[in-house]
């Protein structure tokens, strides 16, 4: 399986926006780019994916490298309740869900 | 519509005793992942299941570990003869077509 690189945290202050960023230089044609995060004690929450073009919901956008080695997670605007472990991951197609997460980024909020 | 519902919540096992984990999927989902979080580490897949038919078991361990999903009923998980090392978070996820949603999962302590 292509596999992913994060950093390991990040901080950020409350209000302000926030790149999460993800290197899979050996992503293939096929790989889709999906983000969770997981809040303490609690299941990974979806939060966006997306093959090749940029993507935007009411969470988040990504924005993916034109070579498509890497990708950033755009949160606009941090609050306290974003503070998780955010996960960049990759699926061979857009139907497989067998996922293997890392050890994702910890992000920390600052009031 | 209730999320995906796991019980128990916490389990506490002694070494050789066995372990059951239930799997309520979301209304209308008819597929079933399960994942094994270890502690301070990522999310490891388990096991695919759709109703009556495990379809992907590549991340299950080959003795002791079982997963069955019933044409009724929970989506159940079981674990024989518990070690030391079965000690995790287990979680459930369950999907129609699109994302995965993931349970609060179930946290087994094997003394």
């Known amino acids: 399986d292509a596999k992913t690189t994060q950093p390991n945290s990040m901080e950020s202050n409350e209000e302000e926006p926030v790149h999460l960023p993800c290197n899979h230089s050996t992503i293939s044609g096929t790989d889709y780019i999906h983000w969770y995060r997981q809040l303490p004690s609690q299941g990974p929450e979806y939060v966006i994916h997306?093959?090749?073009s940029n993507v935007n919901n009411r969470m988040a956008s990504l924005a993916i490298a034109e070579d498509r080695k890497s990708s950033t997670l755009i949160l606009h605007r941090a609050t306290l309740r974003d503070a998780a472990v955010y996960y960049c991951i990759l699926s061979n197609g857009a139907g497989s869900y067998q996922l293997t997460f890392g050890k994702g980024t910890k992000l920390s909020v600052i009031p | 519509n209730a999320g995906v519902m796991q019980n128990p919540r916490h389990l506490v096992r002694r070494r050789g005793q066995e372990a059951r984990l239930r799997c309520s999927p979301m209304k209308g989902h008819s597929h079933v992942y399960w994942y094994r979080q270890l502690p301070e580490e990522g999310l490891k897949f388990m096991v695919y299941l759709q109703k009556e038919n495990i379809i992907d078991e590549s991340g299950m361990p080959k003795e002791r570990f079982s997963a069955e999903f019933p044409k009724e009923g929970p989506s159940i998980l079981r674990i024989q003869q518990v070690v030391r090392g079965d000690s995790a978070a287990y979680f459930c996820a369950s999907r129609n077509t699109g994302e995965l949603f993931f349970g609060e999962g179930s946290r087994l302590t094997v003394l």
């Open positions: 997306g093959l090749t």
